[in-house]
């Protein structure tokens, strides 16, 4: 079954405990992408990827970090959390420009 | 930039009344636009998508958008709603990126609500 895989799907964490949010896709996507969505701004793009060892940033991209060392993952790092970093996070990827983007169920992380 | 915006955060139907949850684009034609719907606890599944072939779309479950130029506009409606419709509805439309790469604008969404 094709699918975006993200993990964890919850995380209540403290301040500046750093974390990493991790992304799989099982259909050999080129283009992954995280965005955050938080209320009455929809989602908003962090970081995408367009392949192994290309990614660039995004509308709100400060706070967070991303690697892309295999083409199946995209993880997302929060090096020193903060609480305005407390929203719904969602992985996504896409084969062909023309194709619309597949999502994971999402991850709600909590920043005390 | 593209931007996108959703009329209404909120909308309420009674079963089996008309949908419609309305959708406007900044000016510049959009290669793509996209409506997606996200049930609780779910990530976003993709309803239907206009890419300039047809200017209405048809999508899953039942519902439709119509892509009109001159309005800037891409409502979505569905003629008769269902207790299961109850989610939050996103428009969204592609614009180009870095590397030949195209990203997703989204609108604030919109939660629809289904009256018995």
């Known amino acids: 079954e094709a699918q975006v895989t993200q993990n964890p799907r919850y995380l209540i964490t403290v301040t500046g405990k750093k974390l990493t949010v991790t992304c799989s896709q099982n259909?050999?996507?080129?283009?992954m992408s995280w965005y955050r969505q938080d209320p009455g701004l929809g989602l908003r793009q962090i970081y995408y990827?367009?392949?192994?060892?290309?990614?660039d940033k995004g509308d709100v991209p400060e706070g967070y970090k991303v690697s892309r060392k295999e083409k199946r993952n995209f993880p997302l790092i929060l090096e020193s959390p903060s609480p305005n970093q407390t929203s719904l996070y969602f992985c996504?990827?896409?084969?062909?420009?023309?194709?619309?983007?597949?999502f994971g169920d999402g991850t709600r992380l909590s920043i005390l | 930039a593209q931007s996108v915006t959703q009329l209404g955060s909120h909308v309420s139907v009674s079963e089996g009344a008309l949908v419609l949850l309305r959708c406007n684009y900044s000016?510049?034609?959009?290669?793509?636009l996209f409506w997606y719907v996200q049930y609780p606890n779910q990530g976003l599944q993709l309803l239907l998508k206009?890419?300039?072939?047809?200017?209405l779309v048809k999508g899953i479950n039942g519902f439709e958008a119509e892509f009109k130029k001159s309005e800037t506009s891409f409502h979505l409606t569905k003629p008769s709603a269902h207790m299961s419709d109850a989610a939050e509805y996103f428009c969204?439309?592609?614009?180009?990126?870095?590397?030949?790469?195209?990203?997703?604008?989204f609108g604030q969404g919109t939660r629809l609500t289904i009256n018995p």
């Open positions: 259909m050999n996507h080129e283009y």
């Open positions: 206009y890419t300039s072939a047809a200017t």
């Open positions: 990827s367009m392949n192994v060892e290309v990614t």
């Open positions: 996504a990827s896409r084969s062909e420009r023309t194709q619309p983007q597949h």
């Open positions: 000016s510049s034609v959009p290669p793509y």
């Open positions: 969204a439309v592609s614009e180009a990126q870095g590397g030949g790469a195209q990203k997703l604008v």
